[in-house]
């Protein structure tokens, strides 16, 4: 059984910054390749926000240039570094991985509010 816990959320000003850590526990493939981060906000779908696989990068097109996705490879644990925040990014950050598609049960996820 797998476990994926989010952290690091709050409550930001706009323009402010958080880092939000995903950690994996359990009988999780340690070789899964792609990582995930996705976001719901309330009446919203679960959006997917940033992806990494193999070193390679993707992301949203609404938080391009102030979301950062890495890994520590030491661990199975990721994070999305976000800057430069939007009131429009406040949402609940879920966290996932697997090979081609998130694989896991999704955790409670954390909330990310951006107000002033």
């Known amino acids: 059984q797998v476990s994926l816990v989010e952290s690091g959320g709050g409550l930001v000003q706009p323009g402010g910054s958080l880092r939000l850590s995903c950690a994996a526990s359990?009988?999780?493939?340690?070789?899964?390749?792609?990582m995930y981060w996705y976001r719901q906000a309330p009446g919203n779908q679960r959006e997917l926000v940033a992806h990494l696989r193999d070193g390679v990068t993707a992301y949203a097109d609404s938080v391009k240039g102030r979301f950062t996705i890495f890994r520590d490879n030491a661990k199975n644990t990721w994070y999305l570094q976000m800057n430069s925040l939007k009131p429009g990014d406040t949402a609940v950050y879920y966290c996932?991985?697997?090979?081609?598609?998130?694989?896991?049960?999704w955790g409670q996820g954390t909330q990310v509010t951006v107000s002033s």
């Open positions: 996932n991985a697997g090979n081609g598609h998130p694989q896991y049960s």
């Open positions: 359990g009988s999780i493939n340690v070789g899964f390749r792609d």
